[in-house]
T-cell receptor, first 114, second 112 residues
Framework: EAQVTQNPRYLITVTGKKLTVTCSQN?????MSWYRQDPGLGLRQIYY???????DKGDVPEGYKVSRKEKRNFPLILESPSPNQTSLYFC?????????????FGPGTRLTVL | AQSVSQHNHHVILSEAASLELGCNYS??????LFWYVQYPGQHLQLLLK??????LVKGIKGFEAEFIKSKFSFNLRKPSVQWSDTAEYFC??????????FGAGTRLFVKA
């Protein structure tokens, strides 16, 4: 089944404890992206990747890192999480970086930073 | 800065009522427009999209949207909603780059 998977789905952690949220897609998509969803703010883009080893900042990149060493994986890294990073995170992919492409979303990761 | 505005944050309708959700964007050039839906407990999925051609776009589950360039709008419509349409709806705009900008979302609740 074509899909985007994220792990973990739920995570509670403490301030400053490094964490990684994994994202994987099995559709051979070139473009991948991370968003955070907050009430009243919709989805805001954190980072995106046009292809392997090519990444760039979205609108809210502070406090996050990403890497794209393989086409299928695009992990989101929080080196020193803070409470304002408590949010619902979505990974998404699309066939290419063409602006007409729809994005396919993962199930979301609900992160709480205490 | 480019932005997307969804006018209604919460909408409550009875079954069989007609639906129109507003979406306006701020960008004067060529745009690609999307509506995504998030049903309770599910992934975001595409309802419909516009990138060229007929400004009236039809999507899944009886939804349609009309792109009105002069009004910078891409409103979502459905003639008769069902209880199963209860969800959160997001308008999104891509202005030709690598970024997609989403609106804040509209939560629709349909009373059976």
């Amino acid at each position: 089944e074509a899909q985007v998977t994220q792990n973990p789905r739920y995570l509670i952690t403490v301030t400053g404890k490094k964490l990684t949220v994994t994202c994987s897609q099995n559709m051979n998509h070139e473009y991948m992206s991370w968003y955070r969803q907050d009430p009243g703010l919709g989805l805001r883009q954190i980072y995106y990747s046009m292809n392997v080893e090519v990444t760039d900042k979205g609108d809210v990149p502070e406090g996050y890192k990403v890497s794209r060493k393989e086409k299928r994986n695009f992990p989101l890294i929080l080196e020193s999480p803070s409470p304002n990073q408590t949010s619902l995170y979505f990974c998404a992919s699309s066939p290419t970086s063409g602006s007409w492409n729809e994005q396919f979303f993962g199930p979301g990761t609900r992160l709480t930073v205490l | 800065a480019q932005s997307v505005s969804q006018h209604n944050h919460h909408v409550i309708l009875s079954e069989a009522a007609s639906l129109e959700l507003g979406c306006n964007y701020s960008y004067g050039g060529t745009v690609n427009l999307f509506w995504y839906v998030q049903y309770p407990g599910q992934h975001l999925q595409l309802l419909l999209k516009y990138f060229s051609g007929d400004p009236l776009v039809k999507g899944i589950k009886g939804f349609e949207a009309e792109f009105i360039k002069s009004k910078f709008s891409f409103n979502l419509r459905k003639p008769s909603v069902q209880w199963s349409d209860t969800a959160e709806y997001f308008c999104a705009v891509n202005t030709g780059g690598f970024k997609t900008i989403f609106g804040a979302g509209t939560r629709l609740f349909v009373k059976a």
